[in-house]
Each structure stands twice: as C-alpha cells, then as structure tokens.
C-alpha cells in the first residue's frame, strides 16, 4: 500500500482506538461491579448499602467541581494558542503580516476552543448557584 492510503487509515484507527478504548474500559468495569453484586447475592452473603449505591452510581454521578475543571481546560488551551502566536512570531512568519504556516491556524483552532470551555464554565458556575 502507499502512503497516502497508510497514513489517514493510521490516523483515523488512532482517532477510534482514543475514543472506543475509555468507553470499552468503563463499561468492563461496570460488567466486573455487576458480576461481583451477583455473585455476593448468589451466594447469599449481606451487602453494604453504601457500597452497592458506590458501585452503581460510581460512573453516573457528575463531577463536583465540573466548572473548575472546565475553567482550567479552557485556561490551559488559551495558553497554548498563545504560545502558537509567540511561536509563530518568533519564526518570522508574522514579518509582513501575512501568515504563510500552519501555526496561526493552531493558534486560532485552539484559542477558540479555550474560549468555549470558558465560556461552559461560566454557564455551569451559574448553574451551580441556582442549584445552591
């Protein structure tokens, strides 16, 4: 095969393995706490409430400090755009202002993504509020 059939295969196999793989793990993990609940029932012996609830609401339960999360991701992508630009700068590819390589292209993919995870924590401390 050539490369040009190699190496999008290669990348979109990446892509899938990234995101099929946490979700497989999760739900072996799920399969695993249920085996074990029946198998402590089949052979009658008493469960804690509190590890029966810890079991089966373990990977339902929504993060306590979600917006913080949020906040931090969106921090850290706005940081790295503006090391792109800084970059960018830098390698003199600002010199007449015309951007002739991919780095203020990164900057802008990835500044606008740290903008919308700041913007999703904002919405979720104002909904923690309301909850409060």
Known sequence: MDAE??????????????????????ERTKRSAHALISQ??????????ALMRQLTEGATKQQP???RRTLGSGVVLL?????FIGASALSGDLA????????????TILGALGGAFILL????YANKKKEQ
């Not at 402590?40 to 409430?49: F, I, S």
């Not at 940081?79 to 090391?83: E, M, N, R, S, V």
Request: net charge negative; glycine share 8%.
């Open 5 to 26: 059939v190699i190496v999008p295969f290669t990348f979109f196999l990446f892509l899938a393995a990234i995101i099929l793989v946490p979700i497989y793990l999760r």
């Open 40 to 49: 402590a029932l089949e052979k009658g012996q008493a469960l804690d409430p």
């Open 65 to 67: 400090d979600r917006a």
């Open 79 to 83: 940081a790295l755009a503006i090391g």
């Open 96 to 107: 007449d202002g015309v951007a002739s390589s991919g780095m203020l292209t990164a900057a």
């Open 121 to 124: 924590a904002i919405v979720d």
